[in-house]
């Protein structure tokens, strides 16, 4: 069971970036799956989330309308396309995937994380 | 928007001690709280989930407990390996949201 992502690098502010996430070892067409990011030297901050259909998605709010998540099942894929990048969007960018216990309430959780991918917007 | 509120941020503590750490939640968020634990330069990894669930391979002396706006990991002898940073998060609705974290330390 493994994700990784790929993507990262040196980007200017205001420009865009398209980060991937490629599942394998599972079903990554059953799975919901994350993007979670983090700041040099900060905290974990929960970036979007996709439904495993892809029908579904949300977003933190201070990223909606900049960043889009997608997936391609047939590859196995995920992706998150970033667009008017700033300074603040610098961080590593993990992908995980949502797995979920119910008994009898379903309670979901983060079990598999790649090792993340850099982003530095910087002029 | 959920806010998760965790304490103390940093603690130091000796190998064999007992250490817990809490998280509070802005509202309540039922059972819907998860654990991980991050070392430098690795991805979190799950320890526990639905509050007071082990997560499989995770060793017993970490324990969870807590429902509503109030939760706490607790490990019960620290071992080398646990001196790191851990995070709670919600899975109550979203936007999901995590901690600030605490930081281990080694005393």
């Known amino acids: 069971v493994q994700l990784v992502e790929s993507g990262g690098g040196v980007v200017q502010p205001g420009r865009s970036l398209r980060l991937s996430c490629t599942a394998s070892?599972?079903?990554?067409?059953?799975?919901?799956m994350h993007w979670v990011r983090q700041a040099p030297g900060k905290g974990l901050e929960w970036v979007a989330l996709m439904s495993d259909e892809g029908s579904d998605k949300h977003y933190a709010d201070s990223l909606k309308g900049r960043f889009t998540i997608s997936r391609d099942n047939s590859k196995n894929t995920l992706y998150l396309q970033m667009n008017s990048l700033r300074a603040e969007d610098t961080a590593v960018y993990y992908c995980a995937r949502r797995s979920r216990s119910c008994f009898p309430l379903c309670y979901y959780y983060m079990d598999v994380w790649g090792k993340g991918t850099a982003v530095t917007v910087t002029s | 928007d959920i806010q998760m509120t965790q304490s103390p941020s940093s603690l130091s503590a000796s190998v064999g001690d007992r250490v817990t750490i809490t998280c509070r939640a802005s509202q309540s968020i039922s059972g819907y709280l998860n654990w991980y634990q991050q070392k430098p330069g690795k991805p979190p990894k799950l320890l526990m989930y639905?509050?007071?669930n082990l997560q499989g391979g995770v060793p017993s002396r970490f324990s969870g407990g807590g429902s509503g706006t109030d939760f706490a990991l607790t490990i019960s002898s620290l071992q080398p390996e646990d001196f790191a940073t851990y995070f709670c998060?919600?899975?109550?609705?979203?936007?999901?949201?995590f901690g600030q974290g605490t930081k281990l330390e080694i005393k």
């Open positions: 639905a509050a007071s």
């Open positions: 998060q919600q899975s109550y609705n979203v936007p999901y949201s």
């Open positions: 070892g599972f079903t990554f067409r059953n799975f919901f």
